[in-house]
């Protein structure tokens, strides 16, 4: 696709429920991330996937927390028990990792969760 | 110590005006530099690249970098209401991308 892309862009659960959003990075890009942005705040990292390589998981915040990347393409986060304080915007961008470390990372428009 | 250092702000300048944004980073290994802008409600939009020492101009933005200091800026001249919105640095010292916390700008018409 021409960016990345991924839904839902707005999702409401009650607490407790587990949900899933999904990424589409950009055609071509083997590096993929998440980070997620609560309301007047920075980006939080939370995951990274590069080619067939280990993910990074370095930044969930807990175990209810994992994504998994298939075929080296789309990407699925998904919130298990879901708790008031995921509300947030999780962002999902990607990136040509090249050599010479010029790469540059683009995000999706976001999936905002809210969580009632 | 956080990776990449920004001052939050916020930070208001008159139409026309310059507006100076500042950054400082700790990985001194890192060899990439980005700015972006992030409207409120809308994710972030890259606007300038930057990986050599000195000054890249793209219309009326001015990226500087300053390896030896760590320290990155954003100068946008002839500021412009529309220019109003938070401001992120960051940086990619390898695989990872750190971002700091953002400046907030307005340009008051």
């Known amino acids: 696709g021409a960016g990345v892309s991924q839904s839902p862009s707005n999702k409401v659960t009650e607490k407790g429920k587990d949900v899933e959003l999904r990424c589409d990075p950009i055609s071509g890009h083997t590096a993929l991330y998440w980070y997620r942005q609560s309301l007047g705040q920075g980006l939080e990292f939370l995951i990274y996937f590069q080619g067939n390589s280990a993910p990074d998981k370095s930044g969930l915040p807990s175990d209810r927390f994992s994504a998994e990347r298939t075929g080296g393409s789309v990407s699925t986060l998904t919130i298990q028990r879901t708790q008031q304080e995921d509300s947030a915007v999780y962002l999902c961008a990607s990136s040509l990792v090249q050599t010479g470390g010029r790469n540059t990372i683009y995000f999706g428009e976001g999936s905002w969760l809210t969580v009632v | 110590q956080k990776e990449v250092e920004q001052n939050s702000g916020p930070l208001s300048v008159p139409e026309g005006a310059i507006a100076s944004l500042n950054c400082t980073y700790s990985d001194r290994g890192s060899q990439s530099f980005f700015w972006y802008r992030q409207y409120s409600g809308k994710s972030p939009e890259l606007i300038m690249s930057?990986?050599?020492?000195g000054d890249k101009e793209d219309g009326r933005f001015t990226a500087q970098l300053n390896k030896a200091s760590q320290y990155v800026s954003l100068l946008i001249r002839d500021s412009q209401p529309s220019d109003s919105a938070t401001y992120l640095c960051a940086v990619n010292p390898g695989n990872q991308f750190y971002f700091g916390t953002g400046t907030s700008l307005t340009v008051i018409p």
């Open positions: 930057i990986y050599s020492n």
